[in-house]
């Protein structure tokens, strides 16, 4: 079964970027749709966006305009970036495999704390 | 939006007990209703797909039902490896996921 890791800094500052990689490993990346999911402390998920491995993207409209997902092939990883910053985009952030409408595989997810 | 409003949100529980979560749509949804297992510091885990298939691995004492409007996931035997929050989770064609708030079950 696929295996997914989140790396990225655990401390960015507000108005800054948030940017963060899922590397996969024990499968591969060339099918599905690879996405980024985030639970802010004590509260419940939220979808921010997903990327086919054809390079198609769909994002939260919540979210949209701050928020780019890209893949590389390649090197068997996928990013995300979230501009503009704020204290509450303060969260746990994870990266999954979905296809189907569901997420099948996550990584462990990374706290990622937005404060000067 | 169509909101899911998942129930209850924490239930306090013993070995052995029938577990019954529940997950209700603002409006009749499509059959894309999936369940996570989350276990603190781990990486959630999928248990249903599709309102009621199991996912590869997942014991048969989960279980999911249900169309419409309202969706039920229970666990027909409480295990001790079974304490955890559990989450609902639609998909609707938009594309946009939509999670439900959560169920923590406590001993």
């Known amino acids: 079964q696929v295996q997914l890791q989140e790396s990225g800094p655990g401390l960015v500052k507000p108005s800054e970027t948030l940017s963060l990689t899922c590397s996969v490993s024990?499968?591969?990346?060339?099918?599905?749709?690879w996405s980024w999911i985030r639970q802010v402390p004590g509260r419940g998920l939220e979808w921010i966006g997903s990327i086919h491995f054809g390079g198609n993207t769909d994002y939260n409209p919540s979210l949209k305009g701050r928020v780019t997902i890209s893949i590389d092939m390649s090197r068997k990883y996928f990013s995300l970036k979230l501009n503009s910053v704020t204290a509450a985009d303060t969260a746990f952030y994870y990266c999954?495999?979905?296809?189907?409408?569901?997420?099948?595989?996550w990584g462990q997810g990374t706290l990622v704390t937005v404060s000067s | 939006d169509i909101q899911m409003t998942q129930s209850p949100s924490s239930l306090s529980v013993s070995v052995g007990d029938r577990v019954t979560i529940t997950c209700q749509a603002s409006?009749?949804?499509?059959?894309?209703i999936s369940w996570y297992q989350h276990k603190p510091g781990k990486a959630p885990k999928l248990l249903i797909y599709e309102a009621s298939n199991l996912d590869v691995g997942v014991p048969s004492r989960f279980s999911g039902s249900g169309s419409g409007t309202e969706f039920t996931f229970t666990i027909s035997s409480l295990q001790p490896e079974d304490i955890a929050t559990y989450y609902c989770?639609?998909?609707?064609?938009?594309?946009?996921?939509?999670f439900g708030q959560g169920t923590k079950l406590e001993i």
């Open positions: 989770q639609h998909y609707d064609e938009l594309p946009m996921y939509t």
């Open positions: 024990s499968g591969s990346i060339s099918s599905d749709y």
């Open positions: 409006q009749a949804i499509n059959k894309y």
């Open positions: 999954a495999r979905s296809g189907g409408g569901t997420f099948f595989s």
